[in-house]
């Protein structure tokens, strides 16, 4: 069962998770890199806040998720493709947003990166070489399934039927 928390309890929580977001979007973006600092904590923290509210099973798949994805990709590459930091942003994805809203939410960062990346290439400020960091389209998906995570999939069940 749900525990039922107050709207300050929920704004705290999410406050907290969007303050990750934001930290994940402007330093990876900055300096390529994921500081196990915050994601350690943020990791930890959205599994308490799952068990707290009773979602700990929908979490715990979409950190397996979101950690299985990021880390085959990981391995095939030999660490080329993305940085193991992305791998631990899968896992609070996953633990922040349950199995569905994480396949949401990557889906959105590869197009978001994509759209970016193809952009950089267009207006030659960028080669097929440069390194794009992966973060911050992790984070600007994430806040777009939590947000509209649900509508997006109902649209897209409504448009496959």
């Given amino acids: 069962t749900f525990l039922a928390l107050s709207f300050q309890e929920n704004f705290i929580i999410n406050a907290i ?25 943020g990791i930890l923290l959205a599994f308490i806040f ?15 998720i979101g950690t299985l994805f990021f880390g ?13 930091g992305d791998i631990r942003i ?17 889906m959105s960062a590869y197009i978001f990166g994509s759209i970016y990346s193809i952009y950089l290439l267009a207006t030659k400020k960028a080669s097929q070489k440069t390194a794009i960091p992966l973060g911050p389209f992790l984070s600007l998906g994430t806040a777009l399934a939590f947000f509209y995570g649900k ?3 109902d649209w897209y069940l409504n448009f496959m039927i």
Wanted: a negative charge; glycine letters at 10%; hydrophobic letters at 60%.
């Fill in 72 to 84: 085959l990709q990981w391995i095939i590459s030999k660490g080329k493709w993305l940085g193991s």
């Fill in 151 to 153: 509508p997006i999939i």
């Fill in 90 to 106: 899968g896992a609070f994805m996953g633990l922040m947003l349950g199995w569905e809203l994480t396949l949401v939410a990557i």
């Fill in 50 to 64: 799952s068990l707290v509210l009773g979602n700990w099973e929908n979490a715990v798949l979409g950190a397996m």
């Fill in 17 to 41: 998770f969007f303050s990750i977001l934001i930290f994940i979007f402007f330093y990876d973006f900055l300096y390529q890199e994921i500081h196990d600092a915050v994601m350690i904590p």
